[in-house]
């Protein structure tokens, strides 16, 4: 059975991005008739914002985005992190890094200088994992083959930081996991992290995921639409308008005769085709021009 999942982070309001990536995910849940999922991605207590996980279900709920089930948590995963980090450390697979982002300002890749260090220092370390020489590849939905070393494309990754915040490709690989999670649709920013992603999941022996990564949205000046750079929330008072605009980034055309947010997605549940979604890695935001 298809299941597929939509998972924010509680650091800000829903953007147009946000819209896109989750409009993609339920339209390609419901046209498998597969579950859709929310999560909250909400391990990084310290971006979270008190009023962000409201405003983000109030969102989707505005734009007839229902769920199936009861809403999932990072938080509630914590043990299941630490579990995967010390089945890591078990193989030799792990070390202290002590190295600032400072001294690695300059660096493409992470040059191994902490490798050797696999007792625990007196002073703040992330933990990173070893990472082996060798290729990895998979078949994207949307952008097709993808293929890289992660030696040479990133290094030995982090996994905890030194603030003992677990990083998104470890977090996101569990999260998958225990709600069995079959399909993820989301934007092509993190289409490298893939990778990482999938050498993970073989190493834990967790079940692997089909993926397709949609274009993301870009601000006229190039910029990716993020809640860091505090792009502008949806406005929950224009809904139609919203879907509309996000249909069309998505490769569809739908007619203007829909003024209900459900008739809506019922007629994009329908005439989803995920060949139809643009291949590129963004496109621009023409709300935005």
């Given at each position: 059975m298809y299941v597929g999942r939509f998972a924010p982070t509680t650091s800000g309001p829903?953007?147009?991005?946000?819209?896109?990536?989750?409009?993609a995910s339920y339209l390609d849940a419901r046209a498998h008739d597969g579950q859709w999922l929310l999560r909250l991605d909400d391990i990084?207590?310290?971006?979270?914002?008190?009023?962000?996980?409201?405003?983000?279900?109030?969102?989707?709920?505005?734009?007839?985005?229902?769920?199936?089930?009861?809403?999932?948590?990072?938080?509630?995963?914590?043990?299941?992190?630490?579990?995967?980090?010390?089945?890591?450390?078990?193989r030799g697979l792990t070390f202290y890094c002590t190295c600032s982002r400072k001294k690695l300002r300059n660096e493409s890749t992470y040059p191994g200088y902490c490798r050797t260090r696999h007792e625990k220092p007196n002073v703040p370390a992330s933990i990173r994992v070893l990472v082996p020489d060798i290729e990895f590849s998979f078949t994207d939905r949307i952008q097709g083959s993808v293929r890289g070393n992660l030696a040479d494309q990133e290094g030995d990754f982090i996994v905890l930081r030194k603030e003992s915040i677990v990083s998104y490709p470890l977090a996101v690989v569990i999260d998958d996991d225990v709600t069995g999670v079959t399909d993820v649709v989301r934007g092509a920013d993190l289409l490298e992290s893939t990778l990482a992603q999938i050498f993970l999941i073989r190493t834990l022996n967790l079940?692997?995921?089909?993926?397709?990564?949609?274009?993301?949205?870009?601000?006229?000046?190039?910029?990716?639409?993020?809640?860091?750079?505090?792009?502008f929330a949806i406005d929950n008072r224009t809904p139609v308008l919203n879907l509309v605009s996000a249909l069309h980034m998505l490769g569809l055309n739908p007619p203007s005769k829909y003024k209900d947010v459900h008739k809506l997605l019922a007629w994009a549940t329908e005439q989803w085709d995920i060949r139809s979604v643009p291949k590129g890695?963004?496109?621009?935001?023409f709300m935005s021009i």
């Open positions: 829903l953007h147009l991005g946000s819209l896109l990536a989750a409009v990084d207590e310290q971006r979270a914002t008190a009023d962000a996980e409201q405003i983000a279900l109030a969102t989707l709920k505005h734009h007839g985005l229902s769920w199936d089930g009861l809403i999932s948590r990072q938080v509630h995963n914590r043990d299941r992190y630490w579990n995967a980090i010390d089945t890591l450390r078990s079940s692997e995921q089909r993926y397709a990564h949609i274009p993301v949205l870009n601000q006229r000046d190039g910029v990716k639409l993020s809640k860091r750079d505090r792009a890695r963004s496109i621009l935001d």
